[in-house]
T-cell receptor, first 108, second 116 residues
Framework: TQLLEQSPQFLSIQEGENLTVYCNSS?????LQWYRQEPGEGPVLLVT?????EVKKLKRLTFQFGDARKDSSLHITAAQPGDTGLYLC????????FGTGTSLTVIP | NAGVMQNPRHLVRRRGQEARLRCSPM?????VYWYRQLPEEGLKFMVY????????ESGMPKERFSAEFPKEGPSILRIQQVVRGDSAAYFC??????????????FGEGSRLTVL
């Protein structure tokens, strides 16, 4: 059972545009993580959100944890080609689940 | 200061052969996770191990797949009698405390299995 659904699955945008990626679940998580994966490599942690309603910023990336701790979003401002990659949300206990993923392509 | 080391990076097997994938966690990490990934998809949890113990293997097929993390040496994911559907990238990740506590997993570069 996939607990973390991400949308959209694929996203192709022009350099300079803004975008938002969503991660939704019917389950409550004590924390959620966002990872980024580049082709041929393993995922790398971007951020962890813990408190409901929490907002964290990492340069042009803004992460938000839903008030009920069931969902999260990632907003990228003025996307750049270097942002291209697979974005994954993750969370859980012993079964540490990853979301279905959003494949982002930023066109120069 | 080596990261998570996986080998082989690429493995080709014929149907019916065995595949053995190895993972050396980061120094000081005693928690290991194995995931499977198909192209353009997320990672599917397979198994969570600590030294000498399988904590959760609910994501692993009950037949042909096994995993171990011995007291000494790397963690091993073993696939017996491989079939074409086993073709995928297999990622190993390690954590110092367990992902449910820290949320941070350090990943290897993956082992890409191709079954002919």
């Amino acid at each position: 059972t996939q607990l973390l659904e991400q949308s959209p699955q694929f996203l192709s945008i022009q350099e300079g545009e803004n975008l938002t990626v969503y991660c939704n679940s019917s389950s409550v998580f004590s924390s959620l993580q966002w990872y980024r994966q580049e082709p041929g490599e393993g995922p790398v942690l971007l951020v962890t959100v813990v408190t409901g309603g929490e907002v964290k910023k990492l340069k042009r990336l803004t992460f938000q944890f839903g008030d009920a701790r069931k969902d999260s979003s990632l907003h990228i401002t003025a996307a750049q080609p270097g942002d291209t990659g697979l974005y994954l949300c993750a969370g859980g206990g012993n079964q540490f689940y990853f979301g279905t993923g959003t494949s982002l392509t930023v066109i120069p | 200061n080596a990261g998570v080391m996986q080998n082989p990076r690429h493995l080709v097997r014929r149907r019916g052969q065995e595949a053995r994938l190895r993972c050396s966690p980061m120094k000081g990490h005693s928690h290991v996770y194995w995931y499977r990934q198909l192209p353009e998809e997320g990672l599917k949890f397979m198994v969570y191990l600590q030294k000498e113990n399988i904590i959760d293997e609910s994501g692993m097929p009950k037949e042909r797949f096994s995993a171990e993390f011995p007291k000494e040496g790397p963690s091993i994911l073993r696939i017996q009698q491989v079939v074409r559907g086993d073709s995928a990238a297999y990622f190993c990740a390690s954590s110092i405390q367990g992902a449910e506590n820290t949320g941070e997993l350090f990943f290897g570069e993956g082992s890409r299995l191709t079954v002919l």
